[in-house]
């Protein structure tokens, strides 16, 4: 199972799947993350967390522990 976490600086991915449950998966759909999504990794920080994503047209930082909950292709 490929995840958010493991996609690259420059990466354009499209969500699979939401893992979790509950409040932190709605969470994470009310920021837009849903299945079908491109999401494009715009940076990564220096120590590898969070993340800077482009998506639906605006930018969104990430955690990499919720970045794992996202499956993509």
Do not use: C, Q, S
């Not at 493991?6 to 509950?22: C, I, M, Q, S």
Request: charged share 30%; glycine share 10%; no cysteine.
């Amino acid at each position: 199972m490929k995840t958010l976490k493991n996609a690259k600086v420059g990466d354009t991915v499209t969500v699979a799947r939401l893992h979790g449950e509950g409040p932190l998966k709605r969470r994470i759909m009310d920021m837009g993350i849903t299945k079908g999504v491109e999401i494009f990794v715009r940076k990564v920080a220096p120590l590898g967390d969070p993340m800077e994503l482009n998506l639906r047209g605006y930018e969104l930082t990430l955690r990499k522990a919720d970045a794992e909950m996202i499956e993509i292709l």
